[in-house]
């Protein structure tokens, strides 16, 4: 189907669930219509988090060290733990994701989302505990990791194949 055809078909689908939810009619052919958000896998970083908080408390240590040996502002010394500590859970808070829709793959890298197309993939690695997403544009390997953040590599990879499936992409299991 193309992907004029199947805007048309969404527009028309979403106005009839309109008019028969507002006739209280149950909705209808939602799970097979292809929504413009795709498949979004979320993980949870935990290990800068971890670094951030440990080095919070060599701080302090070595501030409160400090400040009995009658040198330094303590005030200082718990602004910038109390920093690294907030600075932690901004981090833990914000979850790392990867969206797969139709022909593009986005991710959050340096504070802003990357899309990468279909045609900027060259092959799509599923390893045992992470995906490893190789393009030929721009940047380095995309790596998806089980250990480090969390996500459901195994769910992650079986939607992958099926993108790769319908953008003939290589995929490579190891």
Same mark, same amino acid.
């Given at each position: 189907?193309?992907?004029?055809?199947?805007? !048309?078909?969404? !527009?028309?689908?979403?106005?009839?669930? &309109?008019?028969?939810? !507002?006739?209280?009619?149950?909705?209808?052919?939602?799970?097979?219509?292809?929504?413009? +958000?795709? +498949?979004?896998?979320?993980?949870?970083?935990?290990?800068?988090? @971890?670094?951030? @908080?440990?080095?919070? #408390?060599?701080? #302090?240590?070595?501030?409160?060290?400090?400040?009995?040996?009658?040198?330094?502002?303590?005030?200082?010394?718990?602004?910038?733990?109390?920093?690294?500590?907030?600075?932690?859970?901004? @981090?833990?808070?914000?979850?790392?994701? /990867?969206?797969?829709?139709?022909?593009?793959?986005?991710?959050?890298?340096?504070?802003?989302?990357? !899309? /990468?197309?279909?045609?900027?993939?060259?092959?799509?690695?599923?390893? &045992?505990?992470?995906?490893?997403?190789?393009?030929?544009?721009?940047?380095?390997?995309?790596?998806?990791?089980? /250990? @480090?953040?969390?996500? +459901?590599?195994? #769910?992650?990879?079986?939607?992958?194949?099926?993108?790769?499936?319908?953008?003939?992409?290589?995929?490579?299991?190891?």
């Amino acid at each position: 189907m193309s992907r004029s055809w199947e805007r !048309k078909v969404n !527009k028309n689908m979403s106005q009839l669930n &309109k008019q028969r939810k !507002k006739q209280g009619q149950p909705t209808m052919g939602m799970n097979a219509a292809i929504t413009s +958000d795709g +498949d979004v896998f979320k993980g949870r970083k935990y290990v800068l988090p @971890i670094i951030l @908080i440990a080095l919070a #408390a060599l701080y #302090a240590m070595l501030g409160m060290a400090t400040t009995a040996a009658g040198a330094g502002s303590q005030a200082m010394n718990w602004i910038g733990v109390s920093l690294y500590v907030l600075l932690a859970v901004m @981090i833990f808070l914000r979850k790392p994701y /990867l969206k797969v829709t139709r022909n593009t793959v986005s991710t959050m890298k340096f504070n802003r989302e990357r !899309k /990468l197309t279909a045609s900027e993939i060259s092959k799509i690695k599923i390893l &045992k505990g992470s995906v490893v997403i190789e393009n030929n544009a721009r940047g380095g390997n995309w790596v998806f990791s089980r /250990l @480090i953040n969390r996500y +459901d590599t195994q #769910a992650m990879g079986e939607r992958l194949e099926q993108f790769a499936k319908v953008n003939n992409i290589p995929v490579e299991h190891q």
